[in-house]
């Protein structure tokens, strides 16, 4: 996706980042059943192929079930995305931004992408459920950057280039809310599950 590079190394400055990760594996009972556990490198696993390209792994280890989807669309995965549109609305009001357009942008954003997840959704779950969830993790990782980091750093990071500073820079320079209806349109140009990995 256009210049989200510079967004996703804002992240990695206070530690928010996203790989493949371990979900509950209730929701996709229904869709294992019939798929039989094979023995890779003395591991107990499982695969299935979702539409759009994403891709669910079951391990079993001691009785355990470790539930992984990786989103192989190309297009990115939705819930990463929503998270970091979510934790850049939260740095506009922290960094004192306030950047209507971006802000006016960003919940345009997240309002499409809570639809198509929904729409695209295992299990039954609404927008607002979706979202709710997402701005969870949100809050958890920022509470967390501001644990591992001082206030300064966190301040510096709002000023810094390569930081949210920087971001919200090049989202200004690029025209944030073209460039984001087009990250938006892009993203959700393929009908698939909304997973959270992996980012880029």
């Known amino acids: 996706m256009l210049r989200m590079g510079l967004i996703v190394a804002a992240f990695a400055s206070v530690g928010v980042g996203s790989a493949a990760s371990a979900q509950p594996g209730d929701e996709f009972d229904k869709l294992f059943a019939g798929t039989p556990w094979q023995i890779i490198d003395g591991v107990e696993t499982r695969e299935i192929k979702l539409k759009g390209n994403v891709i669910v792994l079951q391990e079993r280890v001691g009785g355990e079930i470790h539930t992984i989807t990786e989103d192989r669309s190309g297009h990115g995965a939705v819930m990463c995305v929503l998270q970091y549109y979510l934790v850049l609305l939260a740095m506009n009001e922290i960094c004192h931004i306030n950047d209507d357009e971006i802000h006016s942008s960003l919940m345009s954003a997240v309002s499409r992408i809570g639809k198509f997840a929904e729409r695209n959704s295992i ?8 979202v709710d969830r997402a701005e969870s993790v949100g809050a ?12 300064a750093r966190l301040e510096q990071d709002c000023a810094d280039p390569q930081g949210f500073g920087g971001a919200f820079s090049e989202l200004r320079k690029m025209g944030a ?14 009908e698939r599950p909304a997973v959270d990995g992996p980012c880029y």
């Open 177 to 190: 809310g073209k460039l984001i209806e087009e990250q938006v349109d892009v993203l959700l140009s393929v």
């Open 140 to 151: 958890q990782t920022l509470k967390q950057a501001v644990a591992d980091n001082s206030l």
């Open 123 to 130: 299990e039954p779950v609404t927008q607002r459920e979706i």
